[in-house]
Nanobody
Framework: QVQLVESGGGLVQAGGSLSLSCAAS????????MGWFRQAPGKEREFVAA??????YYAVSVKGRFTISSDNAKNTVYLQMSSLKLEDTAVYYC?????????????????WGQGTQVTVSS
């Protein structure tokens, strides 16, 4: 059974930093795209970042502030977030896509975590 489990969410002040982790189990995700999405209240789920092999991709809104990385030995992907803004408040989801081709549409991903809340306060 494939599982993606996020952790590391919480409350942080604007301008602060937070790191999210996504532990994958049930299979190896070598050859998969690993991505992060987020969903704010009343809004659609949106792409944040993805990693495929050694390549990384970011939404314009987070580029330069967020960093996606992975530890293949631990089957874990991370999202380091810095210079957080109020508009970064959302539930953050880890996702895996069974391809090396990165896509930014949620429906293109095969596996999802349960999400972790990130709240940025003023």
């Amino acid at each position: 059974q494939v599982q993606l489990v996020e952790s590391g969410g919480g409350l942080v002040q604007a301008g602060g930093s937070l790191s999210l982790s996504c532990a994958a189990s049930g299979r190896t995700f070598s050859g998969y795209v690993m991505g992060w999405f987020r969903q704010a209240p009343g809004k659609e789920r949106e792409f944040v970042a993805a990693r495929s092999g050694g390549n990384t991709y970011y939404a314009v809104s987070v580029k330069g502030r967020f960093t996606i990385s992975s530890d293949n030995a631990k089957n874990t992907v991370y999202l380091q977030m810095s210079s957080l803004k109020l508009e970064d408040t959302a539930v953050y989801y880890c996702a895996a896509r069974g391809s090396v081709l990165v896509r930014t549409t949620p429906s293109e991903y095969d596996y999802w975590g349960q999400g972790t809340q990130v709240t940025v306060s003023s």
